[in-house]
């Protein structure tokens, strides 16, 4: 079974947390991405930006903005942590596909350290993701809340 994320983008406009509609960032399936943003089926071994953190105290609730956050490992991550970040700084990406058995292959395994590809985070994460932070900045995005299904 797959995991895919669930996010908003949200701003505060006098004192109160707001969803801002019709933008779901970080939209696509990504074991690599979702490692980064909160350690979650981390098969690449990538140091996470944030362990979870819970939804914020002060979010809007799910039902009212019609938006589901999924069912597990949710958090949120201000623009200026993702803004603030080395992206181009080196990576070690561990995760590649072990044979376990005669036509059985894993695609989800991590390698021991010093045997994974080097990259930066630039790349490991891609385009998508960049053009993502961008669309955030130019909505005047605060923060991002998202959470994983299973």
Same mark, same amino acid.
């Given at each position: 079974m797959?995991?895919?994320?669930?996010?908003?983008?949200?701003?505060?406009?006098?004192?109160?947390?707001?969803?801002?509609? /019709?933008?779901?960032p970080?939209?696509?399936?990504?074991?690599?991405?979702?490692g980064?943003?909160?350690?979650?089926? @981390?098969?690449?071994?990538?140091?996470?930006?944030?362990?979870?953190r819970?939804?914020?105290?002060?979010?809007?609730?799910?039902?009212?903005?019609?938006?589901?956050? /999924?069912?597990?490992?949710?958090?949120?991550?201000?623009?200026?942590?993702?803004?603030?970040? @080395?992206?181009?700084?080196p990576?070690?990406?561990?995760?590649?596909?072990?044979?376990?058995?005669?036509?059985?292959?894993? /695609?989800a395994?991590?390698?021991?350290?010093?045997?994974?590809?080097?990259?930066?985070?630039?790349?490991?994460?891609?385009?998508?993701?960049?053009?993502?932070?961008?669309?955030?900045?130019?909505? /005047?995005?605060?923060?991002?809340?998202?959470?994983?299904d299973?």
């Amino acid at each position: 079974m797959g995991c895919d994320i669930h996010s908003r983008a949200e701003k505060c406009v006098n004192g109160k947390w707001l969803v801002i509609p /019709g933008f779901e960032p970080f939209d696509w399936r990504s074991y690599g991405m979702y490692g980064f943003l909160a350690d979650v089926r @981390n098969y690449s071994a990538v140091p996470p930006l944030s362990q979870p953190r819970g939804l914020p105290n002060d979010a809007p609730p799910d039902e009212e903005e019609g938006i589901w956050l /999924g069912d597990h490992s949710f958090s949120r991550l201000s623009l200026k942590e993702l803004t603030a970040f @080395n992206y181009d700084q080196p990576l070690e990406d561990r995760r590649y596909t072990r044979q376990e058995a005669p036509n059985y292959f894993n /695609g989800a395994a991590t390698a021991e350290p010093g045997n994974g590809k080097m990259t930066t985070y630039r790349e490991f994460l891609g385009e998508a993701f960049f053009k993502d932070l961008q669309r955030l900045r130019e909505m /005047g995005a605060e923060r991002v809340v998202f959470g994983f299904d299973s």
